[in-house]
C-alpha cells in the first residue's frame, strides 16, 4: 500500500491559494497527473508541490494564501 497523500481538486485549492479552476485546468492539461476514484480527480500532492514550484505566481499564492505561509522552510530567506 503506498502512503502518498491523494487530494481532490477543491482540497488542493485550499491548501495551494490557487482556485479549483486553476487546478483542473492543470489537470485538463496534463501539467498535474490525477487518477479518478469514484468519479471523483484525486491528485498526489507531490506532484500539486512541484506544479505549484513552476512558477513564481504560483509559489507565491502558495506561501501567501496556502499552507506555504505555515511552512518556514519553503519560505525564502532574505
Not at 9 to 33: C, H, M, T
Amino acid at each position: 500500500m503506498s502512503n502518498q497523500i491523494k487530494v481532490s481538486p477543491s482540497v488542493a485549492s485550499l491548501l495551494f491559494g490557487i482556485s479549483e479552476r486553476s487546478i483542473r485546468r492543470a489537470i485538463k492539461n496534463q501539467e498535474i497527473k490525477a487518477v479518478v476514484v469514484n468519479s471523483r480527480y484525486k491528485i498526489d500532492f507531490e506532484d500539486l508541490l512541484a506544479w505549484s514550484n513552476k512558477l513564481p505566481n504560483r509559489q507565491q499564492k502558495r506561501d501567501t494564501l496556502g499552507l506555504g505561509q505555515y511552512v518556514s522552510e519553503w519560505k525564502k530567506s532574505e
